[in-house]
């Protein structure tokens, strides 16, 4: 606005308004990291907390629709990497960071590197389902490559127990993680491809962090795992982790338990399946027999039925039962025709426009009589509903609580509703709704 001295005024929020364009339009979007401190998480999800160095820290807001996609938990004293926009919280003026994207510092490169390498790999085909093999159905020994001491190892021993004790296991130990992890992985691979003392190998290990689960993201592994002839399953971390070994692997398990189901069938389901198969081989068996023992019955009557004796008795019979039928037609004929007569009488009757005609006028009498209290009656109900319709309305409108003294405080920055002083800390704005009309309130203390 401009006084009349031809100054142009700034109202505080015009002054912000204009702030913030120019932030927003002077800064692209931004790569920052720092230390993640005072994290708050409020019930509508958004995220509130300050990033900070050693020598400044800055605001930041990241909303509920982008932190849902941060796979790392934040927590306070995390080093994190993020994406933002550099912003002007207008309601207090506050310059603040409104971030896209969060990720814990040192794990962006390892995951600009696993998808490099993955590209790579991809276009030389070695992730092509054509070069895979289909582990056996039936093998007769399983080897597994993976930590000896790490709880991967138990849980495959126990699905291997469970599902089909009867397979031999043979350990490769190697360690999983830590330098030089994915050499003595590759080296294990070689050696039981070599030795081809087992029929498919499994290569599992426990869940972790990118970091710890780098080795097998090494390119040296996944060409060891492509040149393997042995099928080869892997299992690496939970349902959520993959790694490069799980795209060059025969079969990619969720879990090492899984790959364990995987590499075996379940014994009970094949003994169960067979109990059944003999159940079925027996019925068969009892079913043929009794076909057989009815086939044989059913001839001795056929030849029973072709005696002289029997055809002559049976010619007899059938005669009579002609007779019969001829006699029995004729009678119903007669009788047929005459019930045709008698009903196109009726129907003549029926149809005379005199007959027609008084029940025709009945109809309208009784019609008439009805018409007018049926109307009545039809209006008084329609009177009473809507009655008490609005005797209901009036009960339940919120216009008659505010009538009688209450008001309804929101605050102005998010229009949340306010019931309880602790929501509205000394400076917040208030929108305060009467029965007619609203008013606008500041907070300045809590009684």
């Known amino acids: 606005m401009q006084d009349p001295g031809g100054r142009d005024i700034y109202t505080v929020s015009r002054l912000n308004r204009e702030a913030r364009g120019l932030l927003e339009a002077g800064l692209p979007s931004l790569w920052i990291t720092g230390e993640l401190s005072n994290l708050s998480r409020p019930a509508s999800g958004h995220w509130y907390f300050t990033l900070k160095d050693e020598a400044a820290q800055v605001r930041c807001a990241m909303f509920?629709?982008?932190?849902?996609?941060?796979?790392?938990?934040?927590?306070?004293?995390?080093?994190?990497?993020?994406?933002?926009?550099?912003?002007?919280?207008?309601?207090?003026?506050?310059?603040?960071?409104?971030?896209?994207?969060?990720?814990?510092?040192?794990?962006?490169?390892?995951?600009?590197?696993?998808?490099?390498?993955?590209?790579?790999?991809?276009a030389e085909?070695?992730?092509?389902?054509?070069?895979?093999?289909?582990?056996?159905?039936?093998?007769?020994?399983?080897?597994?490559?993976?930590?000896?001491?790490?709880?991967?190892?138990?849980?495959?021993?126990?699905?291997?127990?469970?599902?089909?004790?009867?397979?031999?296991?043979?350990?490769?130990?190697?360690?999983?993680?830590?330098?030089?992890?994915?050499?003595?992985?590759?080296?294990?691979?070689?050696?039981?491809?070599?030795?081809?003392?087992?029929?498919?190998?499994?290569?599992?290990?426990?869940?972790?962090?990118?970091?710890?689960?780098?080795?097998?993201?090494?390119?040296?592994?996944?060409?060891?795992?492509?040149?393997?002839?042995?099928?080869?399953?892997?299992?690496?971390?939970?349902?959520?982790?993959?790694?490069i070994a799980d795209f060059v692997a025969d079969v990619r398990a969720p879990t090492p338990s899984a790959a364990a189901e995987l590499a075996v069938p379940d014994a009970a389901a094949w003994i169960a399946s067979f109990e059944l198969a003999a159940r079925r081989l027996a019925g068969a068996a009892s079913r043929a027999l009794r076909q057989r023992q009815e086939a044989v019955a059913r001839a001795g009557r056929r030849l029973q039925s072709l005696h002289p004796a029997q055809a002559l008795a049976q010619r007899a019979q059938r005669l009579d039962e002609l007779q019969l039928r001829a006699a029995n037609a004729a009678v119903r004929l007669l009788a047929s025709r005459r019930d045709r007569v008698a009903r196109l009488a009726a129907e003549l009757a029926a149809r005379s426009p005199a007959a027609r005609v008084v029940s025709l006028s009945q109809r309208f009498a009784h019609a008439h009589a009805r018409l007018r209290p049926a109307l009545r009656h039809r209006l008084a109900l329609a009177r009473a509903g809507l009655e008490s319709a609005a005797r209901g309305l009036q009960a339940v409108s919120p216009l008659a609580t505010l009538a009688r003294g209450y008001a309804i405080a929101t605050r102005a920055e998010d229009g949340a509703i306010v019931t309880d002083a602790a929501q509205a800390p000394a400076g917040t704005d208030l929108a305060i709704r009467l029965a007619r009309g609203r008013l606008r309130a500041r907070v300045t203390r809590h009684d």
């Open 64 to 122: 509920r629709q982008r932190n849902l996609l941060v796979r790392a938990a934040p927590r306070d004293g995390m080093q994190v990497l993020l994406r933002a926009r550099v912003g002007l919280y207008e309601a207090r003026g506050d310059y603040q960071l409104v971030v896209d994207h969060l990720e814990e510092a040192g794990e962006g490169e390892l995951r600009r590197r696993f998808e490099a390498l993955k590209l790579r790999l991809a």
């Open 125 to 243: 085909g070695l992730f092509d389902a054509a070069r895979k093999r289909a582990p056996p159905r039936f093998p007769r020994r399983i080897g597994v490559v993976t930590s000896a001491t790490g709880a991967a190892l138990r849980d495959v021993l126990h699905v291997l127990a469970r599902r089909c004790p009867v397979v031999p296991v043979l350990l490769y130990p190697v360690p999983v993680q830590g330098a030089g992890a994915a050499r003595d992985i590759a080296a294990a691979l070689a050696l039981a491809d070599a030795r081809a003392e087992v029929d498919v190998l499994l290569l599992v290990r426990g869940g972790g962090s990118l970091e710890d689960l780098w080795a097998f993201n090494e390119e040296s592994l996944a060409r060891a795992i492509a040149a393997t002839e042995l099928p080869v399953i892997c299992g690496i971390g939970h349902e959520v982790d993959f790694t």
